[in-house]
C-alpha cells in the first residue's frame, strides 16, 4: 500500500508556471507507476500526464503536450509535474495517484491522493 500527498498548487496568472510535487510513503515507489489527474468544477477527471516505474516512459495529454513535464525521482519517493504556460482552462483539482499495471496509460489506478487546487486567472 502507498499513501500520497500533493502539494504545490495555489493561484497563477494565465502564462505563469506552478510546480507540483506528491510524496508517497513506502519503501516500494519504484514498483509503481505514476499519473497526474485533473477534475475541473462540472467535468469528469481525466489524466493529465503519466509515468513508468523507471521514469523512461511518459504520456501526456495533448492539451499539455510542451506545457507540462512529469517526472520522478524514486530516491526521493516522489513524482514531480512541472506546468509552464498555463491556461485558466487548466484550472481544476490535480491528483497524483499510482499504479501497479505495468502499462501507466491502462484506466484504473490504485492508491490516490487527497488533491491540490490549481487556479489560473485570466
Known amino acids: 500500500q502507498v499513501q500520497l500527498v500533493e502539494s504545490g498548487g495555489g493561484l497563477v496568472q494565465a502564462g505563469g508556471s506552478l510546480r507540483l510535487s506528491c510524496a508517497a510513503s513506502?519503501?516500494?515507489?519504484?514498483?509503481?507507476?505514476m499519473g497526474w489527474f485533473r477534475q475541473a468544477p462540472g467535468k469528469e477527471r481525466d489524466r493529465v500526464a503519466a509515468?513508468?516505474?523507471?521514469?523512461?516512459?511518459?504520456y501526456y495529454k495533448d492539451s499539455v503536450k510542451g506545457r507540462f513535464t512529469i517526472s520522478r525521482d524514486n530516491a526521493k519517493n516522489t513524482v514531480y509535474l512541472q506546468m509552464n504556460s498555463l491556461k485558466p482552462e487548466d484550472t481544476a483539482v490535480y491528483y497524483c495517484?499510482?499504479?501497479?499495471?505495468?502499462?501507466?496509460?491502462?484506466?484504473?489506478?490504485?492508491?490516490w491522493g487527497q488533491g491540490t487546487q490549481v487556479t489560473v486567472s485570466s
Open positions: 509515468i513508468s516505474r523507471s521514469g523512461g516512459s511518459t
Open positions: 513506502g519503501r516500494t515507489f519504484s514498483s509503481y507507476g
Open positions: 495517484a499510482a499504479t501497479t499495471k505495468l502499462v501507466v496509460v491502462t484506466p484504473g489506478y490504485d492508491y
